[in-house]
T-cell receptor
Framework: LAKTTQPISMDSYEGQEVNITCSHN???????ITWYQQFPSQGPRFIIQ???TKVTNEVASLFIPADRKSSTLSLPRVSLSDTAVYYC????????????FGQGTELSVKP | DTEVTQTPKHLVMGMTNKKSLKCEQH?????MYWYKQKAKKPPELMFV???????INESVPSRFSPECPNSSLLNLHLHALQPEDSALYLC????????????????FGAGSRLTVL
């Protein structure tokens, strides 16, 4: 399984764009990159997923370079409610596949 | 229904008790998961069921016993637990997807907070 490495913590201010980078040097051909958000005492919540290039949805963008050895989650104009832990996961697309969480990035958004 | 429901939300048990955690989903997902999460740590994978059959056991001690009675339900039976087993237990499910349409996306429940005295 590809291991992921993220910064342990990041600070930001309301209204700023936040970019969180995840390294996954051993990513396999069939692996997808998925990001989850978790608030205290809640289950993780799916944010975005991609295989290559750029993916955008209503809450975030995901940038994946051609070599796919890293990915960057971009959160536009964060608010206080975006304070959470963000996890990058790399795993196969098969249902029931093994999905292992890395250490995650604790994002703190200040007023 | 787009939720995974876990019961109970909180559970306190002694080391000699037998209890169960329950998880239910009605999204038609055929893969279900148990994760364990300690404070300030990432979720740790425990078990994976695919089409009601146990497909992954991450070397979990036998005092944790999973069960998947049908495609909508997942149980975790607890017996002779230790205080260090106190944690948030998370259930998740995912659906079959093709390579072109996306990949294994987990939908998590809110978790069951377990305290072992």
């Amino acid at each position: 399984l590809a291991k992921t490495t993220q910064p342990i913590s990041m600070d930001s201010y309301e209204g700023q764009e936040v970019n969180i980078t995840c390294s996954h040097n051993n990513i396999a051909t069939n692996d997808y990159i998925t990001w989850y958000q978790q608030f205290p005492s809640q289950g993780p919540r799916f944010i975005i997923q991609g295989y290559k290039t750029k993916v955008t949805n209503e809450v975030a963008s995901l940038f994946i370079p051609a070599d796919r050895k890293s990915s960057t989650l971009s959160l536009p104009r964060v608010s206080l409610s975006d304070t959470a832990v963000y996890y990058c996961l790399v795993g196969e697309g098969n249902q029931g596949g093994k999905l292992i969480f890395g250490q995650g990035t604790e994002l703190s958004v200040k007023p | 229904d787009t939720e995974v429901t876990q019961t109970p939300k909180h559970l306190v048990m002694g080391m000699t008790n037998k209890k169960s955690l329950k998880c239910e989903q009605h999204m038609g997902h055929r893969a279900m998961y148990w994760y364990k999460q300690k404070a300030k740590k990432p979720p740790e994978l425990m078990f994976v069921y695919s089409y009601e059959k146990l497909s992954i056991n991450e070397s979990v001690p036998s005092r944790f016993s999973p069960e998947c009675p049908n495609s909508s339900l997942l149980n975790l039976h607890l017996h002779a637990l230790q205080p260090e087993d106190s944690a948030l237990y998370l259930c998740a499910s995912s659906h079959k997807t093709g390579v072109r349409s996306g990949a294994n996306v987990l939908t998590f429940g809110a978790g069951s907070r377990l305290t072992v005295l």
